[in-house]
């Protein structure tokens, strides 16, 4: 499981490469919190495009995340969904709270639309 | 129905071993020619039954988790089984977005997961005695369909 970040202003833009369960959960929370010490990132898109598997250690990651983010008054969205993690979405309401594009480049300019 | 296959695993209960698990399975269950999406969900709610086993059933990674597969006509059955704390409330257990931990960040949506994945789950559990948490998965089977894996 590895983890590539891109900061763009304020939006921190994280790919996901690998499968997302209990034992890469720990890693991948540190990772992501340390990256949001920074205060100014007020967006947060994550990209599944390679991320093969999720189960529900993966839910409580995105959802730990999302806490922190819309405190700041800001969103986390998650683009290029692939079929593999479609139902553990679905199931986990995590479709209802994070806002969902199917490129990283629309995410980025839904968010450059509203924050101007 | 009559048994057509069975396998059974055995591996110390290690966080490092869940991705083993669920592929293994996954890999036992393909002689019923699942589609992706019936992969897909097994591989998932062995996830999260071996997950559970290495938390909470275990305090250390020295222990031991067991998992039978077997293979019937059109389903596939799959046994977690460890010899941990057990559960003392399995209803409680089972309910959504309930967790025993929630300082780990769990999301409490194991069970839940299991449930909508597979199409039977039973947990046997009692305080000290381990748990065992059987799932069924029936397999469609049809060889008309085309998006085979």
């Known amino acids: 499981m590895q983890m590539d970040c891109k900061r763009k202003g304020d939006i921190l833009i994280v790919s996901m490469n690998g499968e997302l369960d209990h034992h890469h959960a720990e890693k991948i929370r540190d990772s992501l919190d340390k990256q949001l010490e920074d205060n100014s990132i007020r967006y947060l898109i994550l990209d599944l495009k390679n991320l093969h598997f999720m189960d529900s250690s993966g839910i409580g990651v995105f959802i730990g995340r999302y806490k922190t983010i819309t405190k700041r008054g800001g969103r986390v969205c998650i683009t290029n969904i692939n079929p593999q993690l479609d139902r553990i979405l679905e199931v986990s309401g995590l479709r209802r709270i994070l806002k969902e594009y199917d490129t990283v480049k629309h995410a980025v300019d839904s968010i450059r639309g509203v924050s101007k | ?149």
């Not at chain 2, 309910?95 to 997961?113: A, N």
């Not at chain 2, 998965?137 to 085979?148: A, G, L, M, W, Y």
């Open chain 2, 1 to 149: 129905m009559n048994v057509k296959n069975e396998m059974k695993l055995e591996f110390l209960s290690r966080s490092q071993n869940e991705a083993f698990a669920r592929v293994a399975v996954a890999a036992f269950a393909a002689q019923l020619d699942p589609t992706l999406e019936e992969i897909a969900d097994i591989k998932t709610a062995v996830s999260e039954a071996v997950t559970n086993a290495i938390i909470h059933g275990y305090d250390n990674p020295n222990e031991t988790v067991q998992i039978i597969t077997r293979i019937y006509d059109n389903y596939v059955e799959i046994e977690v089984i460890d010899q941990g704390r057990g559960i003392e409330d399995i209803d409680l257990a089972r309910q959504p977005l309930y967790t025993s931990k929630p300082e780990l960040e769990r999301s409490g949506m194991g069970f839940t997961v299991m449930e909508t994945f597979m199409d039977e789950l039973e947990v046997s559990s009692a305080p000290g005695q381990g748990t065992k948490v059987r799932m069924v998965k029936n397999i469609s089977n049809d060889t008309q369909e085309t998006e085979r894996d």
